[in-house]
């Protein structure tokens, strides 16, 4: 794909699901998907529509069909994308319960999965290229499967303020099209200038304050083509960094899900029981705005991409000491620019299960 052919890609892409917002969001309001806010947990103070995610599919869907290799993976991997964009409506419209989301989820996981998208090994770091990890036969289906379902509901669980998924998507986004750029890989380059378009295009509506909310229509589709885009375009070359890399370009929905369930079992509490000990939750009670909160994670979230940048296209030494400056950065700024007054969390917490709060 030459340079003109990704900038049409990601224009088509942009402008589709930005002009579908408004249609958008009077299916939304027609259906009922509206998140109310009627108790003081919520952040906003008027009915916002949800549902907003099916403008960034829309818009993925239709540019990945004009500039995107319909192969075999490709099938699965959109196959798979319908089951959890039609799931995630259906949550939007009513609550469903986690346990009958979470089966359908592993559903369409196995769909990729069995079209070809799979972990067959992970390198690592500091260590010799021969020293890898290799999984053969029914391990390898389920470690994939696992990845695919976890980073879904990852992103998922980070969706807790105006923008901060959508956002954090482009950033990942992006990072995973420059390093499949530097590898040459065309498909991944493809799709993921697609989906960093999808999400620019549905910005506009959802930064604070948002008029519409992308629902878990939108950020567990995020997830799962993030998290299929990263088999496809990091467990596959033999590098030193297989398994950092990914793991650094998700590294902020990542992190807060796995703290989340360390801490709830610590607690001895039920590790889908939402609390609010997220990364957005703290800096909030912390005495940031919400606009505030959004470009701290922002630019976390940025400089762990570009350290896996700097990893894959320059020297793995390199990229660990900057990531190293990273948790510098974030450790100091929470320390020092932090309000030590709480504010009021009756009116600082998003919604657990709705609107753009999850667990």
Known sequence: MNTLNILLALAVSLLIS????????????????????????????????RL??????????????????????????LLGALI????GVVDDIKVL???????????????????????????????????????????????TIIWIVGVTNAVNLIDGLDGLAAGVSTI?????????????????????VILVGSCL???????????????????????YIMAVMSIQGMFKSYTLVTFVIPVLILG???????????????HHKPIMEADRGHMHHRLIDMGFSQKQTVSILYTISSLLGLSAIVMEGYDTLTGFLLLLSVIVFVVLAIIFA?????????????????????Q
């Open 252 to 266: 902020l929905p990542i992190f807060d899900t796995s703290f989340a369930i360390i801490r709830r079992l610590i």
């Open 172 to 192: 990942a986004s992006a990072s995973i099209f420059f390093i499949a750029l530097i590898n040459g890989n065309l498909f991944v380059t493809t799709i993921s």
């Open 338 to 358: 932090g309000n030590p007054t709480p504010k009021d969390t009756k009116i600082s917490e998003k919604p657990d299960t709705k609107g753009q709060s999850k």
């Open 84 to 87: 959890i964009v039609t799931l």
């Open 52 to 77: 907003g995610g099916l403008s960034i599919f829309y818009g993925f869907v239709v540019s990945t069909l004009c500039f995107a290799d319909l192969n075999r993976q490709m099938l699965g991997i």
């Open 201 to 223: 295009g549905f910005l506009p509506y959802n930064l604070n304050p948002a008029t519409i909310f992308m629902g878990d229509t939108g950020a567990t589709f995020l997830g």
């Open 97 to 143: 319960k986690a346990k009958p989301k979470f089966i359908v989820q592993i559903i369409a996981a196995i769909l990729p999965v069995a079209f070809g998208a799979r972990i067959n090994f992970v390198s690592i770091p500091f260590l010799n290229n021969s020293s890898s990890i290799a999984f053969s036969g029914i391990l390898s289906y389920v470690i």
């Open 18 to 49: 930005f002009l579908s917002v408004p249609f958008v969001k009077n299916i939304a309001i027609k259906a009922g998907a509206i998140d109310y806010p009627k108790d003081g947990r919520r952040m906003h103070k008027s009915p916002i529509p």
